[in-house]
Structures are given as C-alpha cells and as structure tokens.
C-alpha cells in the first residue's frame, strides 16, 4: 500500500518551454500533496503544499507564477514549470499523505533538465 | 528551521552498528526518518510522535526525545542494503503536516 507515482521519470526541455509533472496516489486518496525539489548531494527543500480543491501554499522564495501546482483531485496534482530556464534543471519530488495520517510516502522522482 | 543531522557520513562494515542523530531548536511533534538511495525517492522508515516513543522493526529502531528536541535512528548489524541517505524530517505540529529536512548523513556499508 501508500505508492506515489510520478510522471515522467526524466523530461530535458529546451529553455522557455513549460514542463507538467503529474503526482497520483495510486492506492489512497491524498488529501495533502507536497512538492519538493532536491539539488545533487542536497536535502529536499519544501516548494509548496497543496490541499485537494484548494490553492496550494507556497514557501517563501518560490514563485507561484512560475511553478503552478493544480491537486484538482484526491489522487492527482500537477507541477507546472513555465518558462522553465537552466536553473530550473533539479529533481522534483512530490509526496502525499492521507486523512488525519502523517506518514508522507514519496512518488519516484522526476528529473528535470532544461537546455 | 532545519534539523541538525549528525554524523554527516559513516562508512561501515557488514555487521556493525551505527546511530543517527537528529536535533532541533524547535519544539517538536514529529520525527519522520527516510532513507533515499542514489537517484531514487526517499523510502519511509518510520514516524514518531510526541510523547517520548520508540519504535524499531527489524534491525533498525529510532527514538524520540521530546525534551531535549532531538530523535535518534540505530541500525544494528548493518547489512550492505542499508548504504543510503538517512534524512530526518520534523514536524513542529502546527497543523499543516509539513516536514522541514535536514542535510542528510550519508552511511555506506562496505563487506
């Protein structure tokens, strides 16, 4: 049980492009999902929480205009990178909690790389 | 604020023990631990809670100090597939469930 998938695995871009990266609970409904983006040899810094149906919460120092995040269902959220430029190129992690649980099981991944 | 992790990397035989530390200058509600392999997503160990737990499964166990703001994670008689990332995530229980992430302490277990 508590599997999180991401989707894609890897996506290279070219500079100013948008990039979607979907986050599904496959096995329970995520009342919570949260993104993370982690740098090589790094820790995962917190970019947003985002509660089903309601507009997600955004860390000091992330650009909501830039990275849109859409939970428009309990299995599903999105992260949007717009205009995506070099900096851009991390690893995107999403987790996701359920309920009144605070366990957090984290999706695979995705690796971001933008030309 | 970030949790302190400490060490910040141990290199162990087969078989031997090591201890993780995590602390805060917050007061605590949560503890969770995570170990992230190379290039993959952080695994969930465990979560523990205010009230002083402790809580083990299999050869890796974890406690929580709520006093003293500080959880330690024990992996005895290490096996090769414990080489890892360990991170530790707190929760300061103020109702949003989000995790702040320390640095990480790097383990490798050698044969």
């Known amino acids: 049980g508590a599997v999180v998938s991401q989707h894609p695995s890897w996506v290279i871009c070219k500079s100013g492009t948008s990039v979607k990266i979907e986050c599904r609970s496959l096995?329970?409904?995520?009342?919570?999902m949260f993104w993370y983006r982690q740098f090589p040899k790094q820790s995962l810094m917190l970019m947003a929480t985002?509660?089903?149906?309601?507009?997600?919460?955004?860390e000091q120092g992330v650009e909501k205009d830039k990275f849109l995040i859409n939970h428009a269902s309990l299995t599903l959220s999105t992260l949007t990178v717009t205009s995506a430029h070099p900096e851009d190129s991390s690893f995107y992690i999403c987790?996701?909690?359920?309920?009144?649980?605070?366990?957090?099981?984290f999706g695979p991944g995705t690796r971001l790389t933008v030309t | 604020q970030q949790p302190v992790q400490s060490p910040q990397a141990v290199i162990l035989r087969e078989g031997e023990d090591a201890v993780i530390n995590c602390s805060s200058s917050?007061?605590?509600?949560?503890v969770h631990w995570y170990r992230q392999k190379h290039g993959e997503a952080p695994v969930f160990l465990m979560i523990?809670?205010?009230?002083?737990e402790q809580k083990g499964h299999d050869k890796i166990s974890a406690s929580f100090n709520e006093k003293k703001q500080q959880s330690s994670l024990y992996l005895t008689a290490s096996q090769l597939s414990y080489s890892g990332t360990y991170f530790c995530?707190?929760?300061?229980?103020?109702?949003?469930?989000?995790?702040?992430f320390g640095k990480g302490t790097k383990l490798s277990v050698i044969p």
């Open positions: 987790s996701a909690r359920e309920g009144l649980a605070y366990e957090q099981y």
């Open positions: 096995d329970f409904q995520a009342t919570t």
């Open positions: 985002s509660n089903e149906g309601s507009k997600a919460t955004y």
């Open positions: 917050k007061a605590l509600y949560s």
């Open positions: 523990l809670l205010k009230g002083g």
């Open positions: 995530g707190t929760d300061s229980g103020a109702g949003s469930y989000q995790l702040t």
